[in-house]
């Protein structure tokens, strides 16, 4: 990481272009996504309706049993308020509704004037949608928590839900900016894409997910890139957020493979830098994997139901991955170069959200075109080392490899010939590790450097993602 010093000493070094830009703006990067991230944040946090981003009815209905105390996915007893919030509004935002929704205020009263009522409870089923650790919840829980002790409103806990999400994503996110040791600028442009600027303000796992990824591949690569001997306090930090990464979300665990790229040379002998990795790394696979072997052997034991349309088995998904691995790759191979998996995956990249709904044509163009001058601009002093790319390029293939596995049996019939299901967003708590590969030079793009596109980004990202946000819900 660059102290400030040392920033200072580089701005006083930078083109006269980039000197301009940066006392126009007076940011640094990692402040340029705070800016951006927390005024664009705080307003998407007013405009979409309550329960309407995403999936947003699931993930507030895990946050509520997580508050409790079921851990696991069962049935669980939450206040009744709760529960007819969850049921009033699916009825405004059913998912047979298409938009755009054309949202009014007397829809926000009635959800508004339903009570708490924690004297009555009411049983919650448990859905396949929302089935993740609770770990990627804390910040949602814990104000819950505070604010039924309060007794507040249903709608108040789910934005106070919403909000403490925010908070947590944005932090996270600033954190691991601020902590690349290059490419800092690159990671800031990453953060505002739409998409990730639309996950962060609704209620929803990905808040704390995206930004507990981004922070831990930021601490591996600064742990890779320095010299010295280690800090303890380094390795605990990076086994602690390490440990909450691979809880979020399963398939991300692939990430704490990256420590296995600090240098041996850190830790003053081969047996420190083993038994350091493996504190880093063995503690959140474990638990990563026992999460995964428990709802394989509780919720989804022989459970059958529909998503999209179509019946889904996952017992018996599993029984037909195990049984003929080969078929299952040939699913894969088709899924990646027969379907439009590809190309969906960079619009879902791009801008993709909501229940979900695109950008107009011309925001593509723009913003592709604003965040690779970004990255033409933002160059690096050096590679990253070779073993770390290694370690890059094979937690990319592992993570997405994982992830389509876990779309096939959780979200797709037994033996479908493709995998159905698959978005763009599940790929950017791996997107940071493609910063590895851009070229070390710098070229600054009719003239502008880094910070002046970062900033140009956010103003284009800002723009369409209200736009399309109003244009869905309430125009």
Not at 255 to 260: G, H, Q
Not at 393 to 418: D, H
Request: hydrophobic fraction near 50%; include cysteine; proline fraction near 7%.
């Amino acid at each position: 990481m660059r102290d400030d010093s040392s920033r200072t000493q580089d701005d006083a070094n930078a083109p006269t272009g980039q000197r301009y830009w940066l006392q126009l703006v007076g940011l640094s990067p990692e402040y340029v996504f705070l800016l951006f991230a927390t005024v664009l944040g705080l307003v998407l946090v007013a405009l979409v309706p309550p329960l309407a981003g995403g999936n947003e009815q699931f993930n507030f209905q895990r946050v509520a049993t997580i508050a409790g105390f079921h851990l696991l996915i069962e049935p669980a007893q939450i206040s009744s308020g709760t529960k007819r919030l969850l049921d009033a509004a699916h009825d405004q935002f059913n998912p047979e509704k298409l938009p755009p929704y054309r949202y009014s205020s007397a829809q926000f009263g009635e959800l508004a004037s339903i009570p708490l009522d924690n004297t009555a409870s009411a049983t919650l089923q448990p859905n396949p949608i929302a089935v993740l650790n609770p770990a990627a919840y804390v910040p949602q829980v814990v104000v819950y928590l505070v604010g039924e002790t309060l007794g507040l409103s249903p709608l108040a806990l789910f934005y106070l839900g919403r909000l403490s999400g925010l908070a947590a994503a944005i932090g996270l996110t600033f954190l691991a900016i601020r902590q690349m040791p290059y490419r800092q600028y690159s990671l800031c442009a990453l953060a505002l894409l739409p998409t990730l600027a639309f996950n962060r303000s609704t209620l929803d796992a990905d808040q704390v997910t995206n930004g507990i990824c981004f922070l831990f591949i930021a601490l591996a690569l600064a742990a890779a890139s320095n010299s010295g001997q280690i800090r303890l306090g380094a390795i605990l930090w990076l086994a602690i957020v390490g440990f909450m990464t691979a809880q979020c979300k399963s398939a991300y665990l692939v990430l704490l493979a990256l420590a296995f790229a600090i240098p041996v040379e850190r830790y003053g002998s081969r047996m420190r830098w083993l038994v350091a990795s493996l504190l880093i790394v063995a503690p959140g696979i474990v638990c990563g994997i026992a999460w995964m072997i428990s709802l394989r052997h509780t919720y989804f034991a022989g459970i059958h139901y529909f998503v999209r349309g179509v019946a889904v088995y996952p017992d018996g998904q599993v029984a037909s991955l195990l049984a003929d691995p080969i078929g299952y790759a040939g699913v894969v191979a088709r899924t990646i170069f027969l379907s439009p998996l590809i190309p969906i995956s960079f619009i879902g990249l791009i801008g993709l959200f909501g229940p979900p709904v695109l950008m107009p044509t011309i925001a593509y163009p723009l913003v592709a075109g604003s965040i690779g001058a970004v990255f033409a601009a933002d160059g690096t002093p050096r590679p990253p080392a070779l073993r770390f790319r290694l370690l890059a390029v094979g937690a990319i293939l592992a993570g997405s490899a994982l992830i389509l596995t876990l779309l096939y049996i959780q979200w797709n019939g037994v033996g479908a010939p493709v995998i159905q299901g698959f978005s763009g967003r599940y790929l950017y708590p791996l997107s940071p590790l493609l910063l590895m590969f851009l070229p070390t030079r710098k070229f600054a793009i009719i003239g502008l450097t880094a910070p002046a596109w970062a900033t140009i980004l956010g103003l284009v990202a800002t723009c369409f993602t209200l736009g399309v946000t109003w244009a869905t819900y309430w125009a």
